[in-house]
């Protein structure tokens, strides 16, 4: 059988300073995991390119009804 595709899979999910929290194979999976919310306002706070970011995460984020 033909292989498919090489070039997808193997996500991660990150801290804010680039430490790989979790990781993904070529399969298909949902990654989980828990993030510091300290650790990325001390990013925010440390590392200059995402000191002014506050408000980029919140731009068209759903609402909750309730």
């Given at each position: 059988?033909?292989?498919?595709?090489?070039?997808?899979?193997?996500?991660?999910?990150?801290?804010a300073?680039?430490?790989?929290l979790?990781?993904?194979?070529?399969?298909?999976?949902?990654?989980?995991?828990?993030i510091d919310?300290?650790?990325?306002?001390?990013?925010?706070?440390?590392?200059?390119?995402?000191?002014n970011?506050?408000g980029?995460?919140?731009?068209?984020?759903?609402?909750s009804r309730?």
């Amino acid at each position: 059988a033909a292989l498919g595709p090489t070039g997808v899979g193997g996500s991660v999910v990150a801290s804010a300073l680039g430490e790989v929290l979790c990781s993904a194979d070529a399969e298909p999976q949902l990654l989980v995991c828990d993030i510091d919310l300290d650790t990325a306002r001390k990013a925010r706070e440390t590392v200059a390119v995402m000191h002014n970011r506050s408000g980029l995460a919140h731009r068209g984020r759903a609402q909750s009804r309730t």
